[in-house]
C-alpha cells in the first residue's frame, strides 16, 4: 500500500493567515491527489481532486499543488469556518490510502 | 445524499449489518466504497463495490470477515460485517466514487457508529 505522510500535524493559525499543509506520498503517483475536509461529528468534503482542481462549490480561497510525490495544500486567507482537519489521499494504484490529517486550530 | 444506518453496539465475535441509501441520484451508475473512522484516529478504506456488484474489493483487514452488497433496485449499499473484533470500533461512511475508475469519492453519508465492546 502507497503510505502518505502530512506534515504538519497539526497548526495554529489565526483568520486571514494563509495556511499550507504538505503530504507526502511514498512513492510517485503522478497527479492522482485529492484533499479532503472534515469538521467535527461530521463526513469528509472532497475540496480538491486529481491534485489541483477544486471540487464544484468550494471556495477559490483553497488550492492544490504538486505531482510525483510532494504535494501541497493551501488556504489563501483562513475563514473562520476553516477550522477543520485535512486530509490528503492517493487515488493512484488501490487501495487508497488517507494521509493522518492535519488539525487547522484557531491561535 | 447518503444516509448509513444500522451501527451499534455489539459483542467481540458478533455480526452488524450497515446499509447506505442513496436518493437523489442513481446509485446504480456509480462504484460505492466504505471508509471507517475509528474514534479519535484518520480514515480507513474499508471495501469498494463495482457499479453492478459483480466486483469486490476489500482491505486485508476485514477480507474474510465483512461482505460488501448492494441491491440496485433498491438504491442501497450494504456491508455485513462478521467476526467483529474490537479494532472494528469506529464510524463507518459509505461514499460514492466521483468518477467510475478513480477512488475519488465526493458525496458521503454522515456515518453510523460501530462500538465493539463486551
Known amino acids: 500500500d502507497i503510505q502518505m505522510t502530512q506534515s504538519p500535524s497539526s497548526l495554529s493559525a489565526s483568520v486571514g493567515d494563509r495556511v499550507t499543509i504538505t503530504c507526502r506520498a511514498g512513492?510517485?503517483?503522478?497527479?492522482?491527489l485529492n484533499w479532503y475536509q472534515q469538521k467535527p461529528g461530521k463526513a469528509p468534503k472532497l475540496l480538491i481532486y486529481a491534485a489541483s482542481s477544486l471540487q464544484s462549490g468550494v471556495p477559490s480561497r483553497f488550492s492544490g499543488s504538486g505531482s510525483g510525490t510532494d504535494f501541497t495544500l493551501t488556504i489563501s486567507s483562513l475563514l473562520p469556518e476553516d477550522f477543520a482537519t485535512y486530509y490528503c489521499?492517493?487515488?493512484?494504484?488501490?487501495?487508497?490510502?488517507f494521509g493522518q490529517g492535519t488539525k487547522v486550530e484557531i491561535k | 445524499q447518503l444516509v448509513e444506518s444500522g451501527g451499534g453496539l455489539v459483542q467481540p465475535g458478533g455480526s452488524l449489518r450497515l446499509s447506505c441509501a442513496a436518493s437523489g441520484f442513481t446509485s446504480s451508475s456509480y462504484v460505492m466504497t466504505w471508509v471507517r473512522q475509528a474514534p479519535g484516529k484518520g480514515l480507513e478504506w474499508v471495501s469498494t463495490i463495482t457499479a453492478s456488484g459483480a466486483s469486490t474489493y476489500y482491505a486485508d483487514s476485514v477480507k474474510g470477515r465483512f461482505t460488501i452488497s448492494r441491491d440496485n433496485s433498491k438504491n442501497t449499499l450494504y456491508l455485513q460485517m462478521n467476526s467483529l473484533r474490537a479494532e472494528d470500533s469506529a464510524i463507518y461512511y459509505c461514499a460514492k466514487r466521483f468518477t467510475s475508475n478513480l477512488d475519488t469519492f465526493d458525496v458521503w453519508g454522515q456515518g453510523t457508529m460501530v462500538t465493539v465492546s463486551s
Open positions: 489521499q492517493q487515488s493512484y494504484i488501490p487501495p487508497p490510502t
Open positions: 512513492q510517485s503517483i503522478s497527479t492522482y
